[in-house]
Each structure stands twice: as C-alpha cells, then as structure tokens.
C-alpha cells in the first residue's frame, strides 16, 4: 500500500517560510527516480531536518546518527542472503566445550544446515560458537555486540563478511527477529531469558509476525521444564496471560526435533500479512471443504467479524505476482489470541486437511523466507 506524507512534516516547514520538502523530493528523485519507497526516504530526510532545526542535544543526534548507520549497514549486507531461510539460536555463551548442551548445539547447526537453513546466532562463544561450527561458515550469520568483554566473535565468522558488529542492544535484537523464520532457544543466562521473553511478547502481541519458538533442552534436562512450569502456575494461572499463549512454545530435547518443528510449521503454511482489516494465511495446498468448516466453527472465535473465506490468488485484490501459486485464507483477524492462532497454523499443515486434489507447490523446506514483504500493509 502507498506510503502516505507526513504532511505535518511538510506543513511545518512551509509555514516557517521554508521550502524544503520540494527540495528534499527534487533530490531524492535524482538518486532514486525509480523507487516506490521515495516519501518514505522523504519523511526519514525531513525528520532529520527537523531534528536540526530543534538542536536541542548532541547525544540525541550522536544516538539517531549511530542507529542509521547500523541499520543502513546491515540492510546492506543482509540483502545479500535475502533469499536464504535462516533460524536464529539462542543460547548462553558460557557453555563449556565439554558440556553436553555444546555437543547438541553444534549437532543443531549441522541439523538445521542439512535442511537448508542458515543459523543466526549473536556470533559468541558458548551454545552460539558450537551452533556456527556444525553449521558451517556458508550456512552462518552472526550479530555481534560491542561489549568490553566477550566481544569477540567466534572462529566460524570471525574476519568474514557474514559476521555484522552493532553497538546497540535493540537494533541487534531487531535483525534476530526481523531475519529469522524460525527461533531455537537453549539454556543460558539473562541474556538468553530477555530475548525468550522479548519474541514471545513480540508474537504474542502480533508486533512480529508468528513463527516456530523451540526450546532446546539436552535429554534429562530440566531448564526450561522449570521456566514453563513457572510460567504456567504464576503467569496462566493468575491471568497474566491466556492459556493458549502456552501454544506459542514447543519444547524439545533434541536436534532433530528441534528442526523437524521448524519444518514442520511450513508444511502448508507459507506466510502472512494484514491487507488493511484483513488477515490473509498464505497456503501451499487448499483445505478440503470438510477441513474448511471445521475451521469455521472451531476457530470462530479468532474472527471480529464475518467468517474465513478461501480463495485462489486474486490479482486485483493481492498484488503479489510472486506467490501467485498460494492459495488465500482470509479472516477479519481480532489481533490478540495469536496463541490460538498458532494452533490454527498447526490445524492447516496436517495433510488430512488438504483437498484432495491438491499438491504440493513446493517443498515444504524451500521458500519461507519471504516476511520482507509480508507483514507491512
């Protein structure tokens, strides 16, 4: 959908006398005549000017100034792994070699890149050195912070181009989520607790879009048992959150379970995004006029108003040339119960509810990344 102005931008140069959108625009046109994106760049320009304009503090400008930077930079180098599906893996980075959690984070790394996933991790020693190692530097990123200790990055990425340093904490939390299509969180400290309770709320709050959220635990391993049990008796419990939240997490104790999840959340979901009111589930196969009326009933309390309805890709009404070959689930959507909404994910990749006629566009473990287009409106 067309960016619109910020006409109060605008409006509050002009009546300072101050004819600087029209030169902002003529700029802009100059180096990217082309671009759907030109009044976004305009808005950013002209919020930059304002902020000149303000001058009220230099650690204001030295902040805006380092976040575009980074933010600019790693836009830069991620394009160049647009196409690849990636995991992003937490875990602490104190675990020692010899730890069994090291042995089965390495074995998740070379799981995730047999199925053609890269491993995001925040390039560390630790659950995040061993992921890197059994995935292999062509199958890793790392986003590495700038710390006075335990800033170095691990000897998978170290010196190569597919390690990104940031300086603040939230723009590196932004790319772990933004870039990955599925998470795996091992055992580790507060480090590793803070982004397990950020994604949650983030997905919980639809402020990021749903996907697959494993906690990987070795066998016998009692870490995040002891978080959910936590959670549900003080957090469920108490009405801190609905019951269904608890549907957001899966639990696991092994690699390929961990991976087998992942892959499984895909098997005919594909993708999502809001078309203004609307929310519209991206399908690899049709569901059967059966599996159909079981969501309508069952799964009616996700809608505000009307019904589901399931259509084959509409030009005039989507847009999307490149997921052409997708069917349509569309529902007025309330937004909140995205616990619930997992669970209608789970209900739409079992095969027993797809049309019969129906196969396979691609394979279930091809083609997931493609959120960069997805969720904006």
């Not at 995040?128 to 990055?153: C, D, K, R, V, Y």
């Not at 619930?340 to 396979?360: G, I």
């Amino acid at each position: 959908m067309p960016h619109e102005p910020n006409e109060l931008l605008s409006t509050h140069f002009n009546s300072n006398g101050l004819d600087l959108t029209r030169q902002v625009e003529t700029h802009l046109s100059l180096i990217a005549p082309n671009s759907p994106n030109l009044m976004l760049y305009r808005d950013m320009m002209l919020t930059v000017l304002r902020m000149a304009q303000d001058d009220h503090n230099r650690w204001n400008a030295k902040i805006t100034l380092q976040a575009l930077r980074e933010l600019e930079h790693a836009f830069r180098v991620l394009e160049q792994f647009k196409g690849r599906r990636k995991v992003t893996v937490f875990g602490s980075a104190r675990t020692p070699l010899e730890h069994p959690l090291y042995a089965q984070a390495r074995e998740l790394g070379a799981a995730l890149a047999r199925a053609d996933w890269m491993v995001i991790t925040g390039a560390g020693g630790g659950i995040m050195a061993a992921s890197h190692e059994g995935a292999g530097l062509a199958n890793s990123l790392g986003f590495n912070i700038t710390l006075p200790f335990e800033q170095h990055a691990n000897a998978t990425v170290e010196g190569t181009d597919q390690v990104l340093p940031f300086h603040f904490f939230f723009i590196r939390k932004l790319f772990f989520v933004k870039e990955a299509d599925g998470l795996v969180l091992c055992p580790g400290g507060f480090g590793t607790l803070d982004e397990a309770l950020e994604v949650l709320t983030l997905i919980q709050t639809g402020k990021s879009p749903l996907v697959p959220v494993v906690l990987l635990d070795a066998p016998g391993g009692s870490f995040w048992q002891d978080c959910l049990d936590f959670i549900g008796k003080q957090l469920r419990d108490n009405h801190y959150i609905l019951p269904a939240d608890l549907k957001l997490l899966r639990l696991v104790y092994s690699a390929d379970e961990a991976v087998d999840e992942i892959n499984r959340f895909y098997a005919n979901f594909h993708s999502s995004r809001w078309l203004k009111n609307l929310f519209v589930m991206r399908l690899r196969h049709p569901l059967s006029e059966e599996a159909l009326a079981e969501v309508q009933q069952s799964f009616a309390g996700l809608c505000l108003s009307d019904t589901f309805h399931q259509h084959a890709y509409d030009g005039e009404t989507y847009e999307e040339p490149q997921f052409n070959h997708l069917t349509r689930l569309a529902f007025t959507f309330n937004g909140r119960d995205n616990g619930r909404l997992r669970e209608l994910v789970d209900y739409l990749n079992c095969q027993e509810n797809w049309a019969p006629a129906a196969t396979a566009t691609q394979p279930a473990t091809t083609g997931a990344k493609l959120r960069e287009t997805t969720q904006l409106t």
